[in-house]
């Protein structure tokens, strides 16, 4: 199988440049469960508003967050868009609209400012 450019996407690598983790967040954040980390940014995200999300609809909002979440995960994940697109369930026409939609390469491309 020929490997595309996402074989090298790695959201830890990604962050770790931008200097927002290092090994010492990532030893404790996996002794963590996905829902806790959630909830965790969640409260964390409001305590300048006083733990209210005035005005946005975070319950509407979750099939979106999650769609770009598991998009960027797919991709650090796997070695090509066609085996992205497997691993999701998904054709690759679908896979590329999200990552459009999303702009999620982006993410993983964007240099540092």
Do not use: C
């Not at 508003?49 to 796997?78: C, H, M, N, Q």
């Amino acid at each position: 199988m020929k490997a595309g450019k996402n074989l090298y996407y790695s959201i830890s690598n990604k962050l770790h440049k931008d200097k927002k983790i290092n090994d010492e967040f990532e030893v404790m954040i996996n002794s963590l469960t996905l829902e806790e980390v959630i909830a965790l940014k969640l409260e964390l995200s409001t305590r300048s508003l006083r733990g209210k999300f005035y005005g946005f609809p975070i319950w509407k909002s979750l099939p979106e967050l999650t769609r770009d979440a598991v998009l960027k995960y797919a991709l650090s994940a796997t070695r090509s868009k066609k085996e992205a697109a497997r691993f999701l369930g998904i054709t690759i026409s679908e896979l590329n609209a999200n990552l459009k939609s999303y702009q999620t390469e982006s993410f993983f491309i964007k240099q540092q400012e």
